[in-house]
């Protein structure tokens, strides 16, 4: 089954303490990115990726590191929480960035409570 | 002005009611629309893509754009229960990442 997955689905922390939420996905896409989605705000980008080594910021990089060594992978790294990235994280891929393949697959979302 | 704006609702309608939902944007280079479903607990899915100006229709679901007003809705047809949702609408200029809205609410009552 085609799919982004996520990992953890739930996850409480405290301040300072180094993080990792797992990203992979098995449709060979080319694309990836991380966005958060808070209420009143609603999605943001993070970073996003076009292909493996290459990675960009988005709207809200501040905070967060990513990497993609990977074709599969995309791991979104929280070096030092904070309150304010309490947030729900999303995931998703698409074939390409570009105007044939806009279709983003998400994942089912990481909710992050730092304390 | 934010480059798209989006009225979050929420919106409460009967069964069987037409839907609209609806955003305005400001980049006019942005020529790639969507509208995407995202249910209580789950990520974002795509539900309508559309190019340029013109409707498009996929049963009960028509996506309409038009540029000259930078103007989008989706209408919902005979709307049920599990069209509960929240909708947000996406954009881009093509080879840019996607500008989404912050999406709206709907509950359809049975």
């Known amino acids: ?115 | 002005q934010k480059e798209v704006e989006q009225d979050p609702g929420p919106l409460s309608v009967p069964e069987g009611a037409i839907v609209s939902l609806n955003c305005t944007y400001s980049n006019s280079a942005f020529q790639y629309f969507m509208w995407y479903r995202q249910y209580s607990r789950k990520g974002p899915e795509l539900l309508m893509y559309t190019y340029s100006s013109g409707n498009k229709e996929d049963g009960r679901f028509t996506a309409q754009v038009d540029k000259s007003s930078k103007y989008i809705s989706l209408f919902i047809r005979d709307s049920q229960p599990s069209d509960s949702a929240t909708y947000l609408c996406a954009m881009s200029a093509g080879n840019t990442p996607l500008v989404f809205g912050k999406g709206t609410r709907l509950s359809v009552i049975a």
């Open chain 1, 1 to 115: 089954e085609a799919q982004v997955t996520q990992n953890p689905r739930y996850l409480i922390t405290v301040t300072g303490k180094k993080l990792t939420v797992t990203c992979s996905q098995n449709m060979n896409h080319e694309y990836m990115s991380w966005y958060r989605q808070d209420p009143g705000l609603g999605l943001r980008q993070i970073y996003y990726s076009m292909n493996v080594e290459v990675t960009d910021k988005g709207d809200v990089p501040e905070g967060y590191k990513v990497s993609r060594k990977e074709k599969r992978n995309f791991p979104l790294i929280l070096e030092s929480p904070s309150p304010n990235q309490t947030s729900l994280y999303f995931c998703a891929s698409s074939l390409s960035q570009g105007p044939l393949n806009e279709k983003l697959f998400f994942g089912s979302g990481t909710q992050l409570s730092v304390l």
